[in-house]
């Protein structure tokens, strides 16, 4: 069984950090490409970010600059650190891989950033 579980969100003013984590099993994450989607409230999701096996990262552009996205393979758990925090970046933050050819998604972290 694959599973992704997110952790971190919560309540923040704008300017502010949070860093949300994905915490993985049922994957080689060491192989995985992984990427972090947003939705906001009545919205599609997004794509927020990816980072490859190789440590490579590729960002929306509206989150350059703000965002990182990092990975600890010995603890396969992905995350991402988010600064500069504005209200538009409230939204429930969800973990994605594609394993084996198919898609799997966290249950979601939801932050939200106050003006």
């Known amino acids: 069984q694959v599973y992704l579980v997110e952790s971190g969100g919560g309540l923040v003013q704008a300017g502010g950090s949070l860093r949300l984590s994905c915490r993985t099993s049922?994957?080689?994450?060491?192989?995985?490409?992984m990427a972090w989607f947003r939705q906001a409230p009545g919205k599609q999701r997004d794509f927020v970010g990816l980072?490859?096996?190789?440590?490579?990262?590729n960002y929306t552009d509206s989150v350059k600059g703000r965002f990182t996205i990092s990975r600890d393979n010995a603890r396969a758990t992905l995350y991402l650190q988010m600064n500069a925090l504005k209200p538009e970046d409230t939204a429930d933050y969800y973990c994605?891989?594609?394993?084996?050819?198919?898609?799997?998604w966290g249950r979601g972290a939801q932050v939200t950033v106050s003006a």
């Open positions: 994605h891989t594609t394993w084996r050819s198919l898609n799997y």
């Open positions: 049922g994957i080689n994450f060491k192989i995985a490409r």
């Open positions: 980072i490859n096996n190789d440590g490579s990262t």
